[in-house]
Nanobody
């Protein structure tokens, strides 16, 4: 059974940095795309960025130049380094993994709160 455990969220001041981690277990994750999404209060969940098994990355426009997504396959872990944080980055951040080959499967973490104070 796949499990995702996120960590690293918290309260940070405007302009600060946080590093989120998501440790996966229960499968071979070097065949998964790993991603971060976020959901602010009253808003839809949106993609922050993802990284494929071949380490091709995709980052949302709002995150470009500030956020970096990376992975460590030996640790089955995906990271989100967030710099120059703004109050509008306040949200629950969710880890997501998607199996790239059949059978396609999709899993979510429980989320970690990130709050950026003005």
């Amino acid at each position: 059974q796949v499990q995702l455990v996120e960590s690293g969220g918290g309260l940070v001041q405007f302009g600060g940095s946080l590093r989120l981690s998501c440790a996966a277990s229960g499968d071979i994750f070097n065949i998964y795309t790993m991603a971060w999404y976020r959901q602010a209060s009253g808003q839809q969940r949106e993609l922050v960025g993802d990284i494929t098994s071949r380490r091709r990355t995709n980052v949302a426009e709002f995150a470009k130049g500030r956020f970096t997504i990376s992975r460590d396959n030996a640790k089955n872990t995906v990271y989100l380094q967030m710099n120059s944080l703004k109050p509008e980055d306040t949200a629950v951040y969710y880890c997501n993994v998607q199996r790239e080959i059949f059978p396609k499967k999709n899993y979510w973490g429980q989320g970690t709160q990130v709050t950026v104070s003005p």
